[in-house]
Protein backbone atom coordinates (compact mmCIF):
# COMPACT_ATOMS: atom_id res chain seq x y z
CA UNK A 1 0.00 0.00 0.00
CA UNK A 2 2.74 2.45 1.12
CA UNK A 3 4.55 2.02 -2.39
CA UNK A 4 1.43 2.50 -4.24
CA UNK A 5 0.57 5.61 -2.52
CA UNK A 6 4.21 6.47 -3.05
CA UNK A 7 3.90 5.75 -6.81
CA UNK A 8 1.01 8.08 -7.20
CA UNK A 9 2.43 10.66 -4.69
CA UNK A 10 5.67 10.96 -5.51
CA UNK A 11 6.05 9.75 -9.24
CA UNK A 12 4.94 7.32 -11.16
CA UNK A 13 8.36 5.56 -11.44
CA UNK A 14 9.59 6.24 -7.66
CA UNK A 15 12.49 4.21 -7.11
CA UNK A 16 12.72 1.52 -4.95
CA UNK A 17 13.76 2.56 -1.42
CA UNK A 18 17.38 1.38 -1.97
CA UNK A 19 18.00 3.56 -4.66
CA UNK A 20 16.88 6.49 -3.22
CA UNK A 21 18.83 9.32 -2.46
CA UNK A 22 19.02 9.99 1.24
CA UNK A 23 15.93 12.68 1.80
CA UNK A 24 17.21 16.01 2.92
CA UNK A 25 13.62 17.11 4.35
CA UNK A 26 11.52 15.40 7.39
CA UNK A 27 8.34 15.96 8.93
CA UNK A 28 7.21 16.79 12.15
CA UNK A 29 3.95 15.58 12.99
CA UNK A 30 1.46 16.82 15.54
CA UNK A 31 -0.76 14.38 17.63
CA UNK A 32 -4.07 15.33 18.70
CA UNK A 33 -6.28 16.70 15.71
CA UNK A 34 -3.40 15.78 13.00
CA UNK A 35 -3.35 11.63 13.45
CA UNK A 36 -5.64 10.87 16.36
CA UNK A 37 -8.87 12.73 17.32
CA UNK A 38 -10.88 11.34 20.51
CA UNK A 39 -7.49 8.94 20.62
CA UNK A 40 -8.89 7.31 17.29
CA UNK A 41 -6.58 7.55 14.66
CA UNK A 42 -7.79 10.08 12.20
CA UNK A 43 -8.11 8.82 7.67
CA UNK A 44 -5.07 8.51 6.30
CA UNK A 45 -2.51 8.93 9.17
CA UNK A 46 -1.39 5.33 9.49
CA UNK A 47 -0.96 5.14 5.60
CA UNK A 48 1.07 8.52 5.81
CA UNK A 49 3.25 6.95 8.58
CA UNK A 50 3.66 3.52 6.44
CA UNK A 51 4.23 5.52 3.21
CA UNK A 52 7.38 7.74 4.92
CA UNK A 53 8.50 5.07 6.68
CA UNK A 54 8.65 2.55 3.09
CA UNK A 55 10.44 5.97 1.29
CA UNK A 56 13.17 6.25 4.28
CA UNK A 57 11.70 9.86 4.82
CA UNK A 58 12.50 10.61 8.20
CA UNK A 59 9.76 12.04 10.55
CA UNK A 60 9.33 12.77 14.43
CA UNK A 61 6.12 13.09 16.31
CA UNK A 62 5.75 16.55 18.44
CA UNK A 63 2.81 16.54 20.48
CA UNK A 64 2.12 19.11 23.16
CA UNK A 65 0.24 16.11 25.19
CA UNK A 66 1.80 14.54 28.09
CA UNK A 67 0.82 12.96 31.31
CA UNK A 68 2.45 9.02 30.08
CA UNK A 69 6.19 8.33 30.01
CA UNK A 70 7.43 8.34 26.60
CA UNK A 71 7.78 4.62 25.84
CA UNK A 72 4.25 3.78 27.10
CA UNK A 73 2.63 6.44 24.96
CA UNK A 74 4.77 5.49 21.63
CA UNK A 75 3.56 1.83 22.05
CA UNK A 76 0.01 2.64 22.26
CA UNK A 77 0.59 4.67 18.89
CA UNK A 78 1.88 2.27 17.46
CA UNK A 79 -0.25 0.10 17.75
CA UNK A 80 -2.93 2.18 17.00
CA UNK A 81 -1.05 3.73 13.92
CA UNK A 82 0.68 0.25 12.74
CA UNK A 83 3.83 2.32 13.06
CA UNK A 84 7.63 1.45 14.02
CA UNK A 85 8.27 4.58 16.03
CA UNK A 86 10.90 4.28 19.23
CA UNK A 87 11.32 7.02 21.50
CA UNK A 88 14.14 8.88 19.15
CA UNK A 89 11.29 10.18 17.10
CA UNK A 90 9.00 10.87 19.87
CA UNK A 91 8.99 14.15 21.53
CA UNK A 92 5.86 15.15 24.11
CA UNK A 93 5.48 18.55 25.62
CA UNK A 94 7.98 17.54 28.98
CA UNK A 95 10.56 15.67 27.48
CA UNK A 96 12.58 18.49 27.10
CA UNK A 97 12.11 18.91 30.77
CA UNK A 98 15.16 16.43 31.14
CA UNK A 99 17.23 19.32 29.73
CA UNK A 100 16.57 21.04 33.24
CA UNK A 101 18.42 17.81 35.58
CA UNK A 102 21.76 19.30 35.67
CA UNK A 103 20.00 22.05 37.74
CA UNK A 104 17.71 20.62 39.68
CA UNK A 105 18.03 16.62 39.60
CA UNK A 106 19.82 16.75 43.51
CA UNK A 107 17.14 19.59 44.51
CA UNK A 108 13.62 19.06 45.45
CA UNK A 109 10.98 20.16 42.83
CA UNK A 110 7.55 20.28 42.67
CA UNK A 111 5.15 18.77 39.58
CA UNK A 112 1.10 18.78 39.06
CA UNK A 113 -0.55 17.39 36.43
CA UNK A 114 -3.37 15.10 35.31
CA UNK A 115 -2.43 12.72 37.99
CA UNK A 116 0.17 13.62 40.79
CA UNK A 117 1.41 9.79 41.08
CA UNK A 118 1.89 9.86 37.87
CA UNK A 119 3.44 12.95 37.55
CA UNK A 120 6.12 12.34 40.04
CA UNK A 121 6.74 8.88 38.81
CA UNK A 122 7.54 10.19 35.23
CA UNK A 123 9.88 13.06 36.83
CA UNK A 124 11.67 10.74 38.66
CA UNK A 125 12.43 8.18 35.60
CA UNK A 126 13.90 11.31 34.16
CA UNK A 127 16.33 11.49 37.46
CA UNK A 128 15.14 13.76 39.32
CA UNK A 129 15.88 12.77 42.47
CA UNK A 130 13.35 14.59 45.40
CA UNK A 131 9.32 14.80 43.68
CA UNK A 132 6.57 16.22 45.91
CA UNK A 133 3.39 17.29 44.74
CA UNK A 134 0.76 19.22 45.47
CA UNK A 135 -1.12 16.28 47.15
CA UNK A 136 1.85 15.22 49.64
CA UNK A 137 1.48 19.09 51.00
CA UNK A 138 -2.38 18.56 51.14
CA UNK A 139 -1.55 15.06 53.39
CA UNK A 140 0.77 16.77 55.08
CA UNK A 141 -0.97 19.46 56.20
CA UNK A 142 -5.03 19.38 55.16
CA UNK A 143 -5.19 23.03 56.24
CA UNK A 144 -3.38 24.64 53.68
CA UNK A 145 -6.57 23.79 51.44
CA UNK A 146 -9.59 24.86 53.75
CA UNK A 147 -12.04 23.02 51.10
CA UNK A 148 -13.81 19.64 50.97
CA UNK A 149 -13.48 18.93 47.28
CA UNK A 150 -9.98 17.31 47.41
CA UNK A 151 -9.54 13.24 48.25
CA UNK A 152 -7.75 13.30 51.79
CA UNK A 153 -5.29 10.13 50.92
CA UNK A 154 -3.49 10.88 47.72
CA UNK A 155 0.20 11.92 48.62
CA UNK A 156 3.24 10.20 49.95
CA UNK A 157 5.05 11.31 52.79
CA UNK A 158 7.26 14.37 52.46
CA UNK A 159 11.38 14.82 52.20
CA UNK A 160 11.07 16.90 55.33
CA UNK A 161 8.46 18.47 57.48
CA UNK A 162 6.78 21.50 56.50
CA UNK A 163 7.18 24.92 58.34
CA UNK A 164 4.99 26.37 60.87
CA UNK A 165 5.27 29.83 62.28
CA UNK A 166 7.08 29.72 65.57
CA UNK A 167 6.09 30.30 68.98
CA UNK A 168 6.78 33.74 69.78
CA UNK A 169 9.46 33.87 72.63
CA UNK A 170 9.39 37.93 73.74
CA UNK A 171 11.71 39.01 76.16
CA UNK A 172 14.62 35.80 75.71
CA UNK A 173 17.70 36.96 75.54
CA UNK A 174 19.96 35.91 72.51
CA UNK A 175 23.43 37.22 72.14
CA UNK A 176 23.09 39.51 74.78
CA UNK A 177 19.71 41.22 73.43
CA UNK A 178 16.19 41.02 74.83
CA UNK A 179 14.28 40.41 71.60
CA UNK A 180 11.34 41.86 70.95
CA UNK A 181 8.24 40.27 69.65
CA UNK A 182 9.02 40.53 65.87
CA UNK A 183 13.07 39.77 66.67
CA UNK A 184 12.49 36.76 68.33
CA UNK A 185 10.30 35.69 65.59
CA UNK A 186 12.73 36.25 63.15
CA UNK A 187 15.10 34.54 65.18
CA UNK A 188 12.92 30.95 65.32
CA UNK A 189 12.89 31.83 61.71
CA UNK A 190 16.15 31.76 60.74
CA UNK A 191 17.60 28.78 62.92
CA UNK A 192 14.96 26.25 62.09
CA UNK A 193 14.17 27.30 58.08
CA UNK A 194 17.03 24.98 56.72
CA UNK A 195 15.52 21.65 58.43
CA UNK A 196 12.34 22.20 56.36
CA UNK A 197 11.23 21.54 53.18
CA UNK A 198 12.61 23.75 50.49
CA UNK A 199 11.15 23.82 46.98
CA UNK A 200 13.48 24.88 44.27
CA UNK A 201 11.34 24.34 40.99
CA UNK A 202 7.97 23.54 40.18
CA UNK A 203 6.49 21.94 37.54
CA UNK A 204 3.27 21.83 35.37
CA UNK A 205 3.74 18.38 33.80
CA UNK A 206 0.67 18.23 31.76
CA UNK A 207 -3.22 19.43 31.96
CA UNK A 208 -3.49 19.87 36.37
CA UNK A 209 -7.29 18.38 37.48
CA UNK A 210 -7.03 19.83 40.79
CA UNK A 211 -6.90 23.88 39.79
CA UNK A 212 -7.87 25.05 43.28
CA UNK A 213 -5.51 23.29 45.18
CA UNK A 214 -2.59 23.80 42.68
CA UNK A 215 -2.94 27.40 42.44
CA UNK A 216 -2.98 27.80 46.10
CA UNK A 217 -0.11 26.02 47.07
CA UNK A 218 1.68 27.77 43.24
CA UNK A 219 0.80 30.81 44.47
CA UNK A 220 2.00 30.21 48.36
CA UNK A 221 5.77 29.54 47.09
CA UNK A 222 5.52 31.75 44.71
CA UNK A 223 5.41 34.16 47.90
CA UNK A 224 7.49 32.11 50.03
CA UNK A 225 10.74 32.63 51.60
CA UNK A 226 13.69 31.40 49.37
CA UNK A 227 10.82 28.30 48.35
CA UNK A 228 10.31 27.33 52.03
CA UNK A 229 6.75 25.90 52.04
CA UNK A 230 4.62 27.99 54.89
CA UNK A 231 6.84 31.22 54.90
CA UNK A 232 6.14 34.50 53.49
CA UNK A 233 9.14 36.71 51.97
CA UNK A 234 8.64 40.35 53.40
CA UNK A 235 10.72 40.97 49.84
CA UNK A 236 7.11 40.98 48.61
CA UNK A 237 6.11 43.84 50.61
CA UNK A 238 9.25 45.88 49.37
CA UNK A 239 7.44 45.03 45.84
CA UNK A 240 10.70 42.87 44.83
CA UNK A 241 8.26 39.53 43.58
CA UNK A 242 9.80 36.52 43.25
CA UNK A 243 12.93 37.82 44.21
CA UNK A 244 13.81 35.90 47.44
CA UNK A 245 15.04 32.90 45.82
CA UNK A 246 11.63 31.58 45.26
CA UNK A 247 11.07 28.11 42.99
CA UNK A 248 11.32 28.78 39.47
CA UNK A 249 8.39 28.23 37.53
CA UNK A 250 8.06 25.38 34.12
CA UNK A 251 4.61 25.16 31.98
CA UNK A 252 5.36 22.06 29.51
CA UNK A 253 2.67 23.97 26.92
CA UNK A 254 0.78 26.70 26.54
CA UNK A 255 -2.01 25.32 24.59
CA UNK A 256 -5.40 27.64 25.73
CA UNK A 257 -7.43 25.26 23.16
CA UNK A 258 -7.32 21.52 21.99
CA UNK A 259 -9.23 19.28 20.12
CA UNK A 260 -11.48 16.84 22.16
CA UNK A 261 -14.23 14.72 22.44
CA UNK A 262 -16.87 18.06 22.58
CA UNK A 263 -17.58 19.64 19.26
CA UNK A 264 -16.20 22.96 20.51
CA UNK A 265 -12.57 22.73 21.37
CA UNK A 266 -11.71 22.83 24.97
CA UNK A 267 -9.13 24.49 27.63
CA UNK A 268 -5.99 23.11 28.06
CA UNK A 269 -2.85 23.59 30.15
CA UNK A 270 -2.48 27.19 28.51
CA UNK A 271 -5.72 27.99 30.68
CA UNK A 272 -4.28 26.74 33.85
CA UNK A 273 -1.65 28.94 33.04
CA UNK A 274 -3.53 32.10 32.34
CA UNK A 275 -5.52 31.86 35.75
CA UNK A 276 -2.58 31.62 37.83
CA UNK A 277 -1.44 34.73 35.96
CA UNK A 278 -4.47 36.52 36.69
CA UNK A 279 -4.29 35.51 40.51
CA UNK A 280 -1.17 36.65 40.71
CA UNK A 281 -1.47 39.93 38.73
CA UNK A 282 -3.86 40.71 41.90
CA UNK A 283 -1.81 39.64 45.06
CA UNK A 284 0.74 41.85 43.16
CA UNK A 285 -1.79 44.66 42.60
CA UNK A 286 -0.75 44.35 39.01
CA UNK A 287 2.95 45.62 39.80
CA UNK A 288 4.96 42.66 38.93
CA UNK A 289 4.59 40.03 36.00
CA UNK A 290 4.45 36.42 36.85
CA UNK A 291 8.07 35.12 35.82
CA UNK A 292 8.11 31.54 34.09
CA UNK A 293 9.31 29.44 31.37
CA UNK A 294 6.83 27.38 29.08
CA UNK A 295 8.46 25.18 26.76
CA UNK A 296 6.03 22.97 24.54
CA UNK A 297 5.30 24.41 20.70
CA UNK A 298 4.98 27.42 20.01
CA UNK A 299 8.26 27.57 22.27
CA UNK A 300 11.45 28.20 20.91
CA UNK A 301 13.08 25.72 23.42
CA UNK A 302 10.68 22.47 22.41
CA UNK A 303 11.67 23.83 18.29
CA UNK A 304 15.33 23.34 19.39
CA UNK A 305 14.85 19.95 21.28
CA UNK A 306 12.91 18.79 18.31
CA UNK A 307 15.21 19.63 15.62
CA UNK A 308 18.48 18.13 17.35
CA UNK A 309 16.31 14.85 17.71
CA UNK A 310 15.15 15.16 14.10
CA UNK A 311 19.22 15.62 13.39
CA UNK A 312 20.07 12.51 15.37
CA UNK A 313 17.49 10.38 14.52
CA UNK A 314 17.41 10.69 10.74
CA UNK A 315 22.07 10.18 10.98
CA UNK A 316 21.14 6.71 13.46
CA UNK A 317 18.18 5.59 11.04
CA UNK A 318 19.85 6.21 7.87
CA UNK A 319 22.37 4.84 8.82
CA UNK A 320 20.68 1.81 9.90
CA UNK A 321 19.24 1.37 6.29
CA UNK A 322 22.19 1.32 4.98
CA UNK A 323 22.96 4.62 3.25
CA UNK A 324 26.46 5.76 3.56
CA UNK A 325 27.70 7.99 5.82
CA UNK A 326 28.81 10.24 2.84
CA UNK A 327 24.89 11.00 1.95
CA UNK A 328 23.70 11.12 5.39
CA UNK A 329 25.62 13.70 6.36
CA UNK A 330 24.52 15.95 3.84
CA UNK A 331 22.25 17.04 6.52
CA UNK A 332 18.95 17.96 7.07
CA UNK A 333 17.47 20.55 5.01
CA UNK A 334 13.90 21.38 5.48
CA UNK A 335 10.97 19.95 8.00
CA UNK A 336 7.52 20.22 7.30
CA UNK A 337 5.43 20.80 10.67
CA UNK A 338 2.13 19.62 10.47
CA UNK A 339 -0.20 20.73 12.44
CA UNK A 340 -3.83 21.64 13.62
CA UNK A 341 -3.59 24.71 15.70
CA UNK A 342 -2.36 27.57 14.90
CA UNK A 343 -0.97 29.21 17.81
CA UNK A 344 1.29 26.82 18.68
CA UNK A 345 2.47 24.32 15.57
CA UNK A 346 2.05 26.60 13.17
CA UNK A 347 3.07 29.73 15.02
CA UNK A 348 6.34 27.85 16.24
CA UNK A 349 7.36 26.54 13.13
CA UNK A 350 7.23 29.96 11.41
CA UNK A 351 9.02 31.72 14.23
CA UNK A 352 11.65 29.02 14.37
CA UNK A 353 12.13 28.96 10.76
CA UNK A 354 15.64 29.56 9.88
CA UNK A 355 16.91 30.22 13.33
CA UNK A 356 17.72 27.27 14.56
CA UNK A 357 21.64 25.86 14.88
CA UNK A 358 21.51 24.04 11.51
CA UNK A 359 19.56 26.56 9.92
CA UNK A 360 16.73 24.39 8.76
CA UNK A 361 13.44 25.82 7.01
CA UNK A 362 10.38 25.20 8.75
CA UNK A 363 7.70 24.86 6.44
CA UNK A 364 4.23 24.86 8.14
CA UNK A 365 0.80 22.82 6.92
CA UNK A 366 -2.18 23.37 9.15
CA UNK A 367 -4.94 20.85 8.34
CA UNK A 368 -8.84 21.10 8.82
CA UNK A 369 -9.23 17.67 11.14
CA UNK A 370 -8.59 19.49 15.14
CA UNK A 371 -9.00 22.71 16.21
CA UNK A 372 -9.38 24.58 12.79
CA UNK A 373 -12.55 26.93 12.43
CA UNK A 374 -12.35 29.17 9.61
CA UNK A 375 -14.18 31.40 11.58
CA UNK A 376 -11.34 31.88 14.03
CA UNK A 377 -8.57 31.02 11.62
CA UNK A 378 -8.78 33.66 8.81
CA UNK A 379 -5.24 35.74 9.95
CA UNK A 380 -3.89 38.42 8.16
CA UNK A 381 -0.29 37.90 5.44
CA UNK A 382 2.33 38.59 7.81
CA UNK A 383 0.52 37.13 11.28
CA UNK A 384 3.15 34.34 12.83
CA UNK A 385 -0.22 31.76 13.16
CA UNK A 386 -0.66 32.06 9.04
CA UNK A 387 0.32 28.41 7.82
CA UNK A 388 2.03 28.39 4.37
CA UNK A 389 -0.13 25.76 3.35
CA UNK A 390 -3.92 24.50 4.64
CA UNK A 391 -5.09 21.33 3.50
CA UNK A 392 -7.97 19.00 4.07
CA UNK A 393 -6.11 16.24 6.18
CA UNK A 394 -2.70 14.90 7.03
CA UNK A 395 -2.76 12.49 4.23
CA UNK A 396 -3.50 16.04 1.59
CA UNK A 397 -0.73 17.90 3.25
CA UNK A 398 1.91 15.21 2.98
CA UNK A 399 0.51 14.08 -0.61
CA UNK A 400 1.04 18.38 -1.25
CA UNK A 401 4.89 18.23 0.60
CA UNK A 402 5.77 15.22 -1.53
O1 LIG B 1 -3.23 18.07 25.91
C1 LIG B 1 -2.92 17.89 24.58
C2 LIG B 1 -2.98 19.10 23.77
O2 LIG B 1 -2.77 20.29 24.49
C3 LIG B 1 -2.38 19.12 22.41
O3 LIG B 1 -1.80 17.98 21.85
O4 LIG B 1 -0.83 16.65 19.99
O5 LIG B 1 -2.30 18.60 19.48
O6 LIG B 1 -0.01 18.98 20.39
P1 LIG B 1 -1.20 18.07 20.35
MG1 LIG C 1 -3.04 19.34 17.84
Request: proline share 5%; charged share 30%.
Amino acid sequence: EASTLGKRWIRPDAPSPSEWEAPSFAFAFDIDGVLLHEREPLEGAAQVLALLDHYHIPFILLTNGGGKFERDRVAELNQKLHSNMTTDNFCQSHTPFQELLPEYADKTILVTGSDYEKCRQIMQGYGFRSVVTPGDIFTAKPEVFPFETVGKEMGKPLPKPLWTPPKVVEGETVKGKVLSAEEAEKEEEEKRLGEHLKIDAMFVLNDPRDWALDVQVFMDLLQSKQGYVGTYSEENNRGNWQGDGQPKLFFSNSDLIWAAKYHLPRFGQGAFQHALVGIWKEVTEGKAELKRTSFGKPHRETYEYAEEMLVRHREEWLKSKGYPQKVVRQGLKRVYMVGDNPESDIAGANDYDGKGKYGTEWVSLLVETGVYNELRMNFKEGDVRKADVVRKNVAEAIKWAL
